[in-house]
Every structure is written in C-alpha cells, then in structure tokens.
C-alpha cells in the first residue's frame, strides 16, 4: 500500500467504526475474548468488515486489536494461529467489496503494564508485538491503538518498523484532562512517536467527538504528521451501557474538527456502519485544512514535554568524573543514589538531566538501561543521555521513554557515522561538539566549520535543525584565556546562522581558579546573552541557578516574574530556630526527633574528632537498638521506627562519603540479599526491611520486585551469602515464595527469612523458610543471629 | 473527580489505629505528603450496573460470562436483583509518587504508600456518592471485593475484562492477580428497589482476618 499516494490522492481518509460493538450487538458477551470469533464465526468477521467498506471505509481494521500472546493465552491459542485468519478474512471481505479498501493490522495495548508501572519489560513488550506483526504481514498497513502508556506504543511502533516496511499508523487513548491514564501529554506522544517514524499519529477511544476536541485541536498544533481523530460515540450510560451520540450528530460534530487539520477520520467504542456513513456524508466536498508548521524545539519524558523556547538547566551532576562517592555507588549498582541525584538537582531547578554512567570496569550498557530506567521510574524530567560508546547510546535510546537528548556527536567522521543514524531512527535531538579529527579549532571560524559540517550531515539524516544542540566547548580559562570569548562568540554565530540550539558545560571555565563559582555564574551570564539555550552545570548551586532565573526575568521571558517570585518570593534570611541549637544537640536527640539534617550535619561534625565505627557502634546502633526495643513493646509504631531508620540512614550517608573520601572501604558486617518475590510487585515491606538493616551495617543486595526465581540463586550463589529475606504481600503471591526457596535448598546453602502481610508463622515453616519475620525490626535480629552479631 | 482523602484512615493504614497521638512533625508531614498526593494523582473510575440472576455457583451477571462465585458474596446480594460493578483507581501517578518517595526518604514512602491506600478509598467514596445521585430511590449494600470472604479472587481478571477496565480506568492485572496501578479497588454494590442491610465489611470476610495487628491488640481497624 502506497500510503503517501493515498494521501495526496484522498482529502480525507475514512477508517472503520467500532468492532467490539459490533460483536455484542451479535451476541458476544462483555469481557468475551473477540479474536476467537475468527475461527468460530468467520462469516461474522468478514460481513462487519465488509460492512464498513461498503459504507465508505478506505482503511478499515482486522478483527486483531486483542490477539497477542498474553491475551490468547486464556483460550489457548497463539498469534500465529488467529492473525493469518483475520487478515484473510478482511481480504475476502475487500475482494466482496464494491469499492477499494485496504485492510491495517489491528494492534491494541497487551493488556499489562510495562515498567515501572506494571512488571512487563520493554523487550518482553517488543517481542509481543514483532509476534503479532509478523502474523499480519499479509495486511496492507498497521495500526497501533487505544495505546495510554507511551513506552508501550513505542514499543509497538519500534516492532512494527524494525520487522515490517508497512506504513505504520498510531493513536493513543486520552481523557478529558488530555492525558492518558499513565499521564502521558499530547505533545510528548507527538514528539515521540513522530520521531520514531510513524506515517500517522492520533487520537482514538475514551471519550465522543465533543470532549475530545481540545486534545485534537492540540495534536494538530505540534505535529506535521497527518493526524487521525477515532472517538467513541459519545460516553456510555452505566445503566443501560448505550453511548449518547447519534450518527449524524457525531458525524457533525467530527466535520467541526476539519478546520484544526484533521486528515484521517473514523470511529470507536459504540460506532457502526451508520457513522461512518454519517461521517463520509459530512466530509463530501470538505477540504483538508492541514498546513505546515515550523514546530518548536522540544524534548520530553511520557509525562513533560519541554520546549527550548528559551534557557533550560541541565543538570550535570548524574557523572561519576572526579567523584569517588558517586564512583562507589556506579560500582555498588545502588540506584537510589543515582536516583537521589536526580531528585535533589530537579527540586533545585534541573529542566533536564544528564545522565553519564561511564567508569573503567563497570558494564557501562547495562548500567545505563538500569540507571535510565531507575531515574524514569522516580521523575518526569527528560533526560540528556550522555555516553562515548554508540552502542550504549543505542541500547539507552531503545528503553527511554520519550525523546531525549543524546551527548554527543562531534564532526569526526566515525562520530558522525555512528551516532547520527541513531539520532535519525530513535528521533532524539543531539548535542554537537565542534571538535574533529584534528581537535578542538582555536580560531572561531574553525568551530563554526564544524557546527556546519555536523549540521550538513544531519541533515543527511533527515535530522531537524530544531534538533540539533551544538556546543562550541568551554575551555579552562586558567590556560586558555582568550578562549572564553571565542567560545562564546562562535556560539553567538552558530545560533544566528544555523538554525540550531545551543549547548555548554559551564563549570570547566574556572578549573584551576580560586572562587570558581564567581567566575561560573559570570561565563553563564556571558553566555545567556550571547543566546545560550542549554547550560549543563550543577544547580545544586543557588547563585548558578539564580542567575538563569534573573536572566529569564530579564530577558522579559518570565513574564510578570512569576517564575522569579514563586522561587525567591517567600525565602527568608533566617530560618525558624529549633527548640534545641544545632550545636547543642545530641545525634540521638537529632535522631529521636526526626531531624535529618540536623544529624547529618553532627555527624560531619563528630568525624572530625571520632572513629567513623565508633559512631556507628556507639551512637547509631544503640539508638536504633532503643528505638526498635520500643517498637517490639508496642510503644512506638512503624512509621516512628521508620522515622529514626531515615535519619540514621542520612548519617551513614555522610559517613560513607568520609570513607570514600579517604579510601577506606567500608565495613560490613555480612551480605544479605533480599527482594520482593515473583509475581508481586507490593515492594514497600521489602524496603522498609532494606533500609534497617543497612543501618545496622549489613551490606544488601536488594534484587528489586517481581524477581525470578532463578535470580535470586544466582544472586545468592555469586556473593555467597548465608541470608536471604523474601517478601510476599498477597496470598496469590506466596507460591513465588515457596517456589524461590525450594529453588535456593537445590543450590545454595543459606539461611532463608521471610515476611509479608499475609504470612503466618505456621506457613514460612510449612513452604520451608528458617526464619519468620514479622516486621522488620525482627529482620534485624534474624540477621544478627545468623551472623553472630 | 472530587476527592477527599481521610486522615485518619491514613493514620489507620500507618498502624497507629487512632489511638496514638502521632507527632507534630509527622503530622505536618502527613499533611503535606496528602496534599502533594491529592495534586498529583487522576484518579479514575468505571462503573456498570448489570442484572442478576441466581445460579448454583452463585450470582450469574447479564450478558456476561461472569459468575460470582461462593456463599458469602450470595449472602450480599440477597434481596439485590441488579448489582453494581466498580473499579477505582488512584491512578499509576499515585505509584510514581510513592516509588519517588521511598528512595527520597523511606519514612515519607511509607506515609505516602498509606496515603495512596486512602487516596483508593476515597476515590471509592466519590464514586458511591456519584452512584447514590445516579441511582435515586435505590438501595445499595456495602463495597464487597474479589478476594472478601469466598469471593475468589481469580474472578479479578474477568471482572476487569467485563469493564472494559484497562481501557476505561487504566487499571489492569497482573497473573499473580495483582492490580496495576496497585492503589486500586474493584468490588459489587448489589441494588434493590426494597431496603437492604448496608451491612459492613466486618473481621469475618477479610482476608487480614488471621494476621490482623488491630484484632491481637483487640480493637478494630474500623472498617
């Protein structure tokens, strides 16, 4: 199928109605699986299909929305087995029909989250859809739809484009707040999967024609792809389960949207051949009203879209150079440090992240797909993937959710050959660095030539200059000092000439100087007037972020100083003093209260003249001993244990940066693994468990939720472990219990504790645990049995 | 959707059982992680009213496949001859935040995994309140779910599927039976024209029954 012919020839594209609705007017029960009935009732199938075509359908969709491998599985069958015939069936219904029509393969959402929202993985998503694409490759183009969860589509449509060459169309589902349930915004579903490389994108289900035009009318403003609008009929009565808008009506109401640019029409949930009619009727004689748009510089998570229309702050501290405590944690895998960076630079100002995971002797592809994932799973700030290895680049661009910006490319040629075709096929925006073959240019001209050069070749690509961030490289100051004004220069022409953004490391300006920081926030200043769009720099540093804020302020984007006021408006000099001075207070008054930074900071201050163990094993330990002590006697309650667990645990924070610092290794008094069991993704007892026994100096290997069996052995056997703890919440999840421990008894020798809402101590002795755990205090005291603690 | 999240459920799902006075810090904490809580979550919900009828298994729903199996759900629907299905979610933004919270801060994780369970409920609450204006003049009993009493919770999948669950409130099940966004509900409000006993959830039905803090220490969670 020609779909770009089809286009040009036909001012609009009809699609079909509703299948699902059909089938019930037929007999078929809700929450009946539809697929089977093309087997059991083809002819059923083949006369809605051609029903549609004969009332004026040029696309219409084979009876597959639902026919993947989980799906199937509760009537036993596979894709292979349903999809062949669906299409066959379509395509005896277009040899019946009396005009042309052309059959899409229909793909609807799995019917299960992926991460981090459910337990399905990205790759496990992919091949379930490749499965269902490679079944329909008799139809004459796919359809992806009623997608919310962006990752999901994407997913869908990488499958459809990497294992088909069919035009590929796709529409995601959004509710009255133009959103998807996930959270998912118009503009990041149009950035996303319009740079995947969709023919099409839209909106299908949910709600009628009337509620959806302002999500339509927002599609059509921030894509130039043909934009396809498939409503429901209106919205369903509870009560009597029919929609509320006629045929005509809403083929009505759907010719109100041809002024918004609407290109390809149909409908949904509650539609029929009477629609399409009404639709085809209204549409005769109308004029397509779509025009090209320059469309804004843009990056996004599923969830924020954020458009380079003026300064935004990437926040460079995700980066283990020069930094042993972060070097520690890449080497720990410990995510919730990574994560904890990205929270503090967002709650300090960060619009972007860079995300820089490289260091010698770690697998810097798995730890950047572990990392992106991790901070995704927490934030909806976009990220600025930032690695030197194409393939890590490659293995980060397929799992991120959204369209990143990918650091970087350079004009040497086998820079420009490996990562500007990723750039084109994931359709992320990139950073280029006006460095070549020969280096970094002195002279201005020569980055410019650069900038060029990376811009011709992305254009190759098909690559938008919108797209394109180009940093003309910050040199140290201190070495080279007529550099700076060089480096700003070349970027005040680069913007001018090319069309393009601009990007710069901020802080290597001053390496080598006293006061780095004035020297920092001056280059940025500098840099902001010469039309610097993005800053990597740290914004855990109030002045640097300020002086972004004041220059928006300035440069009259920050309208009215909202921006400005909302930040600095309500901040007073002094800060409410507490009942006890800092320097009064004890560690464990800081710790009984619940005050985390107050303990912290005694800590710093205790490391100056104490044995960082003696604080663990003097003050800490024996606070959390009283605290837990209580807890068993019913006098304090969870939340308070969990309470002094948090404040004790920003103390060891502090002390394992000291040890870091110092090159000491930490001490550790065993190594547990942990994890919350397959099947069961309630992962807070798990936690919670997690963070005591940190405290108390245990080392834990926490292998997350939903954790395979087969993992936790290897995990176990790997690091040789005498203790493993598993979590448990619903009794429909206990048998993933029963199955890891009698799997861990096979093949390591341990000890094995368990706990969870449900489980009695009667029953981890029946599936053959050692220990029970009832909270996680008891956890605790476990772990001190079995190391002798 | 309006909602209004109760405090002293939160306190409830937190263990202290509205009989401990928490602390000030905590408590502004739980104040401030509630209103975060209710700013960033959409929930949503769906709802169908179907008729019944009786089978051997149990209550047999209209033009679906679906059966409610056991003794204990008959016995809520007796005197019903239509039933409400329900499904509300506090939605996968409430997961989020809580996820983001845990590795901020374990005690604020906690306090806001307690929030979304209150959040579910309230969601529920609204929706009862949007079910009673619907319905005027009839009698509705008590939110009884899959997994209360013999009501197996293998029908979770089903009752889901039947309304159109995933794509109308966004919420979907794991094989384990898990729902996804977790801080969901899904339960049967039978309806009659004649008065029926509301009744309450009760320690009989829960399936807390035997590990239940609240019942060791002799007192009631409330429900």
């Known amino acids: 199928m020609d779909f770009k012919k089809l286009m040009n020839e036909k001012e609009f594209i009809i699609l079909d109605g509703a299948m699902g609705t059909m089938l019930q007017a037929a007999g078929l029960g809700a929450g009946e699986n539809s697929e089977m009935l093309n087997l059991t009732r083809p002819e059923l199938i083949e006369e809605i299909n051609l029903g549609y075509i004969e009332a004026g359908s040029d696309i219409f969709y084979c009876n597959t929305f639902g026919a993947n491998r989980h799906k199937l599985r509760s009537v036993g069958k596979t894709p292979a087995e349903i999809i062949p015939i669906a299409v066959e069936i379509a395509n005896r219904a277009k040899a019946r029909a009396s005009r042309k029509a052309y059959c899409a393969l229909d793909i609807g959402s799995i019917g299960q989250l992926l991460e981090p929202n459910g337990t399905l993985t990205f790759e496990e998503a992919y091949d379930i859809f490749k499965e269902m694409i490679l079944a329909g490759k008799d139809a004459d183009c796919i359809v992806i739809e009623t997608m919310t969860d962006l990752i999901e589509a994407k997913a869908a449509l990488l499958a459809a484009k990497e294992n088909s060459d069919l035009p590929v169309l796709c529409t995601m589902t959004f509710e009255e707040n133009m959103r998807t349930f996930t959270g998912c915004c118009i503009e990041s579903m149009a950035a996303t999967l319009g740079g995947l490389g969709a023919d099409a994108i839209g909106i299908n289900c949910s709600l009628g024609p009337r509620e959806l035009y302002p999500a339509v009318e927002k599609l059509c403003s921030v894509t130039n792809l043909p934009v396809i609008i498939k409503p429901n009929a209106g919205l369903p009565d509870p009560v009597t389960n029919k929609y509320n808008v006629m045929p005509e009506e809403f083929g009505e109401l759907l010719k109100k949207m041809i002024p918004l640019g609407i290109k390809i029409v149909g409908g949904c949930c509650g539609t029929s051949p009477d629609y399409i009619r009404a639709v085809v009727k209204n549409f005769e004689g109308e004029k397509c009203a779509a025009v090209k748009k320059t469309l804004p510089s843009m990056v996004c998570s599923a969830n924020t879209a954020v458009v380079i229309d003026c300064p935004r702050i990437i926040g460079e501290r995700i980066n283990p150079t020069g930094k042993k405590r972060f070097q520690q944690a890449l080497r720990e895998h410990d995510l919730d440090y990574i994560c904890n960076q990205a929270i503090e630079q967002i709650d300090a100002g960060a619009e972007i992240l860079d995300v820089n995971v490289g260091l010698p002797g770690i697998d810097e592809k798995e730890m950047m797909i572990s990392a992106v994932k991790a901070v995704q799973s927490i934030c909806d700030t976009p990220l600025q993937i930032d690695s030197s290895t194409p393939e890590v680049l490659d293995a980060a661009l397929r799992i991120y959710n959204g369209k990143p910006i990918v650091n970087s490319v350079n004009g040497e040629e086998k820079s420009l050959n490996a990562v500007l075709p990723l750039v084109a096929k994931y359709g992320a925006a990139v950073v280029g660095l006006c460095l070549d073959e020969g280096g970094i240019p002195k002279s201005v001209e020569g980055r410019v030539a650069i900038a060029e050069k990376i811009c011709r070749r992305a254009d190759e690509y098909g690559i938008p200059r919108s797209d394109i961030c180009i940093d003309c490289l910050t040199l140290t100051c201190s070495a080279e000092q007529e550099a700076a004004m060089q480096t700003l220069e070349a970027l005040r022409i680069c913007k001018e000439k090319l069309g393009v953004r601009t990007v710069l490391g901020v802080s290597n300006i001053s390496f080598g100087l006293p006061q780095r920081e004035i020297v920092n926030r001056t280059f940025l200043t500098m840099a902001l007037t010469k039309g610097l769009d993005l800053p990597i720099m740290n914004p855990n540093i109030a002045s640097m972020t300020s002086a972004v804020r004041a220059y928006r302020l300035l440069a009259n984007i920050d309208r009215n100083a909202e921006e400005y006021v909302a930040n600095y408006g309500g901040e007073t000099p002094a800060a409410t003093a507490p009942a006890v001075k800092q320097e009064e207070m004890t560690l464990g008054y800081a710790m009984s209260k619940g005050l985390k930074n107050d303990a912290a900071a005694i800590t710093a201050k205790l490391l100056e003249s104490t044995d960082p163990m003696e604080i663990v094993n003097g003050i800490l330990i024996p606070e959390l001993d009283r605290v837990g002590a209580e807890f068993e006697k019913g006098k304090l309650f969870l939340p308070q244990l969990i309470q002094t667990a948090g404040v004790a645990q920003s103390c060891f924070e502090v002390i394992k940066e000291y040890l870091s610092k110092n090159g000491a290794a930490g001490v550790s008094k065993g190594t547990i693994v942990i994890c919350t069991v397959k099947g069961d993704i309630h992962d807070i007892g798990k936690n919670i468990v997690k963070v005591l026994l940190e405290n108390y100096g245990y080392t834990v290997i926490d292998l997350g939720k939903d954790v395979d069996p087969a993992l936790v052995v290897k995990a176990a056997k790997e690091n040789d472990v005498k203790l493993v703890g598993l979590s448990a919440l619903m009794t429909t999840t206990l048998g993933g219990m029963e199955e890891t421990i009698k799997l861990l008894r096979a093949n390591h020798e341990c000890k094995i504790m368990v706990g969870g809402a449900v489980l009695t101590p009667e029953y981890a002795e029946k599936i053959g645990a050692d220990y029970y755990a009832r909270d996680a205090k008891q956890s605790c005291d476990i772990a001190k049995e079995v190391f002798g603690q | ?223």
Not at chain 2, 32 to 38: D, N, P, Q, R
Not at chain 2, 45 to 67: C, K, N, S
Not at chain 2, 73 to 82: F, V, Y
Not at chain 2, 164 to 172: C, H, Q, S, Y
Request: hydrophobic fraction near 40%.
């Open chain 2, 1 to 223: 959707m309006e909602i209004s999240i109760d405090i002293n459920e939160v306190k409830r799902f937190m263990g202290y059982g509205g009989m401990t006075s928490v602390d000030e810090r905590q408590e502004r904490l739980i104040a401030e992680l509630k209103a975060l809580m209710e700013k960033t979550i959409k929930p949503a919900a769906v709802w169908r009213v179907f008729d019944i009828t009786p089978t051997d298994e149990g209550p047999a729903l209209a033009g679906t496949a679906l059966v409610l199996k056991g003794a204990d759900i008959r016995r809520h629907l007796a005197g019903c001859d239509r039933c409400v299905l329900l499904c509300a979610t506090a939605s996968a933004k409430a997961d989020e935040l809580i996820r983001r919270k845990q590795r901020e801060d374990m005690e604020q994780g906690f306090i806001a995994d307690c929030i979304g369970s209150a959040a579910a409920e309230a969601v529920c609450n609204a929706l009862e309140r949007e079910l009673a204006e619907k319905l005027k003049g009839k009698y509705m009993t008590w939110r009884f779910s899959p997994g209360y009493g013999d009501l197996p919770l293998a029908i979770q999948p089903q009752l889901l599927a039947v309304l159109d669950a995933p794509k109308r409130a966004g919420v979907t099940c794991l094989d384990s039976l898990l729902m996804v966004p977790s801080k969901s509900v899904t339960a049967v409000i039978g309806l009659s024209d004649k008065p029926v006993e509301k009744g309450r959830q009760g320690c009989a039905v829960c399936n807390m029954a035997d590990s239940c803090r609240f019942r060791k220490e002799g007192v009631h969670c409330g429900l």
